[in-house]
């Protein structure tokens, strides 16, 4: 009874948090009016070059990776809360760590499906990538990791407003005859910056070879370079041939196809996030971040299925794939 | 003058990159239909017609996805 008690109680509380913050946003929003910010597509540099190198160039700390880095905290700490959840042995709760059980669940009967009896090799890379993929969008929807940082001089920008000086100011609308100002922030979110959803694609198209190379041997690159048939029946031999060219081309599409659709459709949802910061009456935004939740999840476990499903195509040779009677799964009635 | 009307092409240009988000839009739309009335029909596929389906639907965003980079790079790169 005094549970129940004390959980309304904090519901109410949280509740009139939820007023007060709303309507702090509207004071807030009027004092000062909201303003587009520059959106830039590639990510700014934080730091000088930390050190070069000779064919490459210089390396320099940029925002995005400072992303990188937090995402990987997170994903340390999500690993260490599972792993004080298994060595108490107790029942997972309702703590972060269970949570993160859970989703593992749900993705390990996935991979059960589509990879059947290499389930234990693909499906290291299938949850390390949607985990990766999963904390790196969803960095981009907290609050002040693209609108807290430096301001720089330049042409393009806004006016300043100084709130306390030398500390803390923010750009507002315009005016004649002011110095211009940009804001170049500390934290990006990783996906928005193509240089970690190509390195990310890079990663997977080669694991998927590197696994299809391991477990099928040489006859993996049969799938390239298709000669066996060349000669013993010149027409259709042929027409193989050029199949296998087509299928090397669209391992480099994979890297293409892979990269931008994880950057087209975050950073689509950075610039909406921005632009209805602007656009929309105070509290209309919530919708589009809630929208942008969704969208996260979906690409994460797209990236992540779609590589597991291109290793276990890669790691099934052809001669299983002719019986495969007793390897479809056999769907579950339940209830 | 001049540079306005250099502004202009390039909004017009990049709504005109949008119109390849149509062909993506059909995709979508016929894989989910297909899609669909399997569940429909055969409740129990409903787990393996979902994934399936995701992973036409990504593939059809993909080209949609791409026209938006296009539009993009127009806009904050170019």
């Not at chain 1, 009967?109 to 234990?120: D, I, M, P, V, Y």
């Amino acid at each position: 009874m005094k549970k129940i008690e004390k959980h309304q109680q904090r519901h109410g509380f949280f509740r009139w948090i939820a007023l007060a913050l709303l309507i702090l946003t509207g004071l807030a929003a009027s004092f000062i009016p909201p303003v587009q910010p520059d959106i830039e597509a590639a990510s700014a540099e934080v730091a000088g070059p930390l050190f070069s190198l000779p064919v490459i160039g210089d390396f320099y700390l940029t925002n995005s990776l400072i992303g990188l880095v937090l995402v990987d905290l997170v994903i340390i700490g999500l690993a260490l809360a599972v792993r004080k959840i298994l060595k108490s042995g107790s029942i997972p709760g309702k703590s972060i760590g269970g949570v993160v059980i859970a989703i593992l669940e749900v993705l390990f009967e996935l991979t059960e499906k589509t990879a059947g009896k290499w389930t234990k090799k693909v499906f290291p890379w299938f949850a390390t990538i949607t985990l990766t993929v999963l904390v790196a969008n969803w960095l981009d929807l907290i609050p002040g990791v693209e609108s807290v940082g430096l301001l720089v001089p330049s042409a393009t920008g806004s006016a300043i407003k100084t709130l306390i000086p030398g500390v803390l100011s923010t750009i507002t609308r315009q005016t004649e005859g002011t110095k211009l100002y940009s804001l170049i922030s500390f934290v990006r979110a990783p996906s928005t910056d193509l240089n970690f959803t190509i390195a990310l694609s890079l990663i997977a198209v080669i694991g998927i070879q590197a696994m299809g190379l391991r477990y099928r041997g040489l006859s993996y690159l049969r799938r390239f370079f298709n000669v066996s048939t060349l000669f013993s029946k010149p027409g259709l031999g042929v027409m193989d041939f050029l199949v296998s060219i087509l299928e090397l081309i669209s391992e480099f599409a994979k890297i293409v196809s892979f990269a931008f659709r994880l950057f087209g459709n975050v950073f689509a949802g950075m610039v909406l996030i921005a632009l209805s910061g602007t656009l929309l009456p105070v509290f209309g935004q919530s919708g589009v971040l809630l929208f942008e939740l969704f969208m996260g999840l979906i690409q994460a476990l797209v990236f992540g299925l779609l590589t597991m499903v291109f290793m276990s195509q890669a790691m099934h040779s052809e001669e299983q794939e002719e019986t495969p009677k007793d390897e479809l799964p056999i769907p579950v009635v339940e209830g | 003058m001049t540079g306005d009307i250099v502004e202009a092409a390039r909004l017009i240009g990049a709504g005109i990159a949008m119109i390849g988000a149509l062909g993506g839009g059909i995709g979508i739309g016929l894989s989910i239909q297909g899609a669909m009335q399997g569940m429909a029909r055969n409740p129990d596929a409903y787990s393996n017609l979902f994934v399936n389906m995701l992973l036409g639907v990504a593939f059809s965003e993909a080209i949609a996805i791409y026209c938006l980079v296009i539009a993009f790079v127009i806009l904050f790169v170019v």
